[in-house]
């Protein structure tokens, strides 16, 4: 992308992105299908008193796909709760298309739903085609008239053959798509996923990325991902959002936020030159992935721009002819330690912030009556 490498894939100053506690949010509330302005949340009091949440702003736009990513007591699970209306926040205003959650949550609603609990969202007993009609009832839709959507959405997961299985009967990774399904299913237009592709298998997991985007474009269906697996938030989001400490550090598109962070090194493909040539180089140089097979030579370095030329000098000394080089950009997992002072693990939204919630209304979300329905 033209820019001059750097040895740590660390973000320049004039582009690392910055955090979007500088105001409201761009968006208009009342077009925003996500908007949250100033949310802040404590449990408990005095000493024994815990920020959850600090000042986070954030929107999400009708459509959008967003990746919500922080380590565990970063404030995600406060913020979603806040969203569905299972927590009151101490302060700050959310809204989901327009209508205030907190003032009118029966309203809100009936856009919303989530999976945060992975495959413990629904009744083991009944089967994979009941709970799907089960859940279209209790938000009072006729599941006669949304049958051809969940036809279609069994056809999408690899569900259709056991659509009549009791859900206690399957696999763990036919369970999650079950999950998946009761909530994609719904006529809603906004959808809180936590590790989507848990427990599925590489093929199930790609296929899940494909409906998920057929989703978006094709419904119009607006998702927020939160996963520890970055491939999924790398080739499904459209936008990342990361917390840490309570509150959001970054909020910037997977394109923008990656080209915001300079080349890590170089990818060298060479033909030519020996055995010694090649611990030469690896003993002045920090070569790493080597690959040697008879003349062909592939490698990795970390260098800037001085050390690349030394590089290629010395390359030239062994009688190595450079076949290809190819820049090496970080990827989102190493841009979220960065963002993140250095914390690893990206986390789901399960057994964070050691939150409690107030009860909901008598109506309330499918997302708030799930549990372990054994």
């Not at 990513?69 to 209306?85: D, F, H, R, W, Y």
């Not at 926040?89 to 856009?111: K, L, Q, S, W």
């Not at 209790?138 to 049958?147: E, K, S, T, Y």
């Not at 369970?175 to 959808?191: F, W, Y």
Request: glycine share 8%.
């Amino acid at each position: 992308m033209g820019r001059e490498p750097s040895t740590n894939g660390q973000a320049r100053d004039d582009e690392r992105p910055v955090s979007a506690n500088d105001g409201p949010p761009a968006l208009d509330p009342d077009e925003a299908a996500i908007y949250v302005d100033g949310l802040a949340k404590t449990f408990g009091s005095g000493e024994d008193a815990v920020t959850a949440v600090e000042d986070v702003s954030l929107a999400v736009a009708p459509g959008e796909v967003v990746g919500l990513l922080g380590p565990n007591g970063a404030g995600k699970t406060t913020t979603i709760k806040s969203v569905l209306g299972l927590i009151l926040p101490d302060a700050g205003t959310v809204r989901v298309h327009g209508i205030d959650v907190h003032a009118n949550p029966r309203a809100a609603y009936e856009y919303v739903d989530a999976m945060l609990e992975g495959a413990r969202n629904d009744y083991w007993r009944l089967t994979v085609r009941e709970n799907l009609r089960y859940f279209a009832a209790i938000r009072g839709q006729d599941p006669d008239a949304v049958a051809d959507r969940h036809e279609e959405l069994l056809d999408h997961l690899d569900l259709a053959a056991k659509a009549d299985t009791a859900v206690r009967d399957l696999s763990r990774g036919m369970k999650q798509k079950v999950s998946l399904a009761s909530v994609l299913a719904g006529d809603i237009s906004v959808a809180f996923l936590d590790e989507p592709t848990l427990g599925l298998d590489i093929e199930s997991s790609l296929k899940l990325r494909t409906e998920l985007r057929r989703l978006a474009e094709e419904r119009g269906l607006t998702l927020v991902i939160s996963s520890h697996d970055m491939d999924v938030i790398e080739d499904v989001c459209d936008r990342v959002i990361i917390m840490n400490e309570g509150r959001v550090v970054v909020d910037d598109t997977v394109e923008d936020l990656l080209a915001g962070f300079e080349t890590r090194g170089y990818r060298i493909t060479a033909r030519g030159g020996s055995e010694t040539a090649l611990a030469d180089l690896e003993d002045r140089f920090d070569l790493t992935d080597v690959q040697h097979t008879g003349d062909r030579l592939r490698f990795e370095v970390a260098a800037d721009t001085a050390t690349f030329y030394r590089l290629t000098d010395a390359m030239e000394a062994h009688d190595l002819d450079v076949a290809s080089v190819e820049t090496v950009q970080p990827d989102l997992a190493e841009v979220f330690v960065e963002m993140t002072n250095g914390t690893a693990d990206p986390g789901g939204t399960s057994e964070e912030d050691g939150s409690t919630t107030r009860e909901a209304p008598a109506n309330r979300s499918p997302a708030s009556e799930r549990g372990d329905r054994r």
